[in-house]
């Protein structure tokens, strides 16, 4: 199953809560150095799919595979724990609402997961933070804690702590809704420069414009199941499915 340029495979992936059934055997899969858009109405299923994917929600059938391992294994104990830390070291996540430590500066949030999780000295772990935070604009705000920062500038300081992992795949669930308008653009600029240096992404954005420029792949979920996938010049130009057309009737 080792297939060398699939980076993320989804098989029939369902997952309830107690009788609500909200993913509904979900199929995708991620090449490697593409990206990929999940679009669709609120409660479709996106992030429940992308938390899936990282292990923040057991599934209740299907399998999840990442870079040729099986991400959903019947383990239980130490076993499940080493297997899970394992899996969310290759994989780095965005949520819309930032989630940096508080209590520690810019370059901290950057350097804690390096230092504690992959054995980096101190001095290797604030290299690479540094190097992190001028990728994303921010080599000035490194001693800065969380609440002096505007929303923009939290949210690729959670990008940057993101990467100092060196992550396989990145997953962004709503990475700009809960930012003011002129702050939008300086994050989808840090995504955007990502996506040309090939890696691999997995985006849930309500925001189609960038999905349509950015993505190679966009796939339209609705009530748990996939209604459509293709181009972004099919989803958005020529889409065929009626659901899929009245969506973007109300978000382009
Ligand atoms: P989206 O991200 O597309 O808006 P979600 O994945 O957040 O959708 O939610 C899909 C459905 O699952 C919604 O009906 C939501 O209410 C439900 N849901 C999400 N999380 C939980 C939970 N922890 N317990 C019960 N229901 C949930
Ligand atoms: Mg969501």
Known sequence: M???STMIKLQQIRKSYGNLEVLKGIDLSVERGKIVSIIGPSGSG???????????EAISGGEIWLDGQQVNRPLK?????????QIRQQMGMVFQQFNLFPHLTALQNITIGPIR????????AEDRG???????????KGNVFPARLSGGQKQRVAIARALAMQPKVMLFDEATSALDPELVDEVNLVMKQLASEHMTMLIVTHEMRFAAEVSDHVMFMDAGVVVEQGPPEEIFVTPREDRTKSFLRKHL
């Open 2 to 4: 080792k297939a060398d």
């Open 46 to 56: 996106k992030s429940t799919l992308l938390r899936s994917i990282n292990m923040l």
């Open 77 to 85: 104990g130490r076993a499940f724990e080493k297997h899970i830390n």
């Open 117 to 124: 999780l992959k054995g980096l000295s101190k001095k290797e």
């Open 130 to 140: 540094k190097m992190l935070l001028a990728k994303v604009g921010l080599s000035d």
